[in-house]
């Protein structure tokens, strides 16, 4: 539905949003009854890709419990009890926006690995955790760079959204990019 100021608006449909909420629920509960399984079997073998599995299904699981204030948040007319915290808005954002984007990255390092023992079998004793490890590290640390730090500076700030339970928003103390380059590093003539 198109407003005055001709911007779409969506009005929450009580039907729907209960349908949301049990379909949120059936996926949770698979997906914590799957993934802790998963953990379960893994955690018997300390293989590299063994290893890694364990990784992706613990980050999985941390993406399937950020899911869950959006269950009551569903099933309670889209009511903020919850959302509307900005300590709880603090504990949810950060694993919200984190570990999605850490799973696929580990993914892609398990893929890597795999079309490695694909390709060159005699090879793959050669690939150590350690510089596996390494990676994920570098690549977590970039991650806290750019996720947490705005939070931490004040430059973002978690906030209520009547849509996603939560969210983030940008703060006027963000500092304009550019300008910090500038007088960083001078003028760029």
């Known amino acids: 539905?198109?407003?005055?100021?001709?911007?779409?608006?969506?009005?929450?449909d009580p039907v729907l949003d209960k349908s949301l909420g049990v379909l949120v629920t059936i996926s949770v509960v698979a997906g914590l009854l799957g993934n802790t399984s998963a953990l379960f079997y893994f955690c018997s073998n300390k293989s590299l890709p063994d290893k890694l599995y364990i990784a992706v299904i613990?980050?999985?699981?941390?993406?399937?419990i950020t899911y869950i204030p959006l269950i009551p948040f569903l099933f309670n007319d889209r009511d903020a009890?919850?959302?509307?915290?900005?300590v709880t808005n603090w504990v949810l954002i950060i694993?919200?926006?984190?570990?999605?984007?850490?799973s696929m990255f580990l993914v892609a390092v398990l893929s890597i690995t795999r079309s490695i023992a694909i390709v060159k079998?005699?090879?793959?004793?050669?690939?150590?955790?350690?510089?596996?490890a390494l990676v994920i590290a570098g690549y977590a640390?970039?991650?806290?760079?750019?996720?947490?730090i705005p939070l931490s500076l004040?430059?973002?700030?978690?906030?209520?959204?009547?849509?996603?339970?939560?969210?983030?928003r940008t703060t006027t103390k963000m500092?304009?990019?550019?300008?910090?380059l500038v007088s960083a590093w001078g003028p760029l003539a």
């Open 95 to 102: 694993p919200a926006r984190f570990s999605p984007k850490m």
């Open 175 to 180: 500092p304009h990019i550019v300008g910090m």
């Open 58 to 64: 613990s980050v999985d699981i941390i993406i399937i």
């Open 1 to 12: 539905m198109l407003s005055d100021d001709g911007l779409l608006t969506i009005t929450p």
């Open 121 to 132: 079998p005699h090879r793959v004793k050669e690939i150590r955790w350690l510089a596996v």
């Open 141 to 148: 640390s970039f991650l806290v760079l750019i996720d947490v």
């Open 154 to 168: 004040g430059w973002a700030e978690p906030v209520y959204d009547d849509k996603t339970c939560y969210s983030l």
């Open 81 to 86: 009890f919850l959302c509307n915290d900005t």
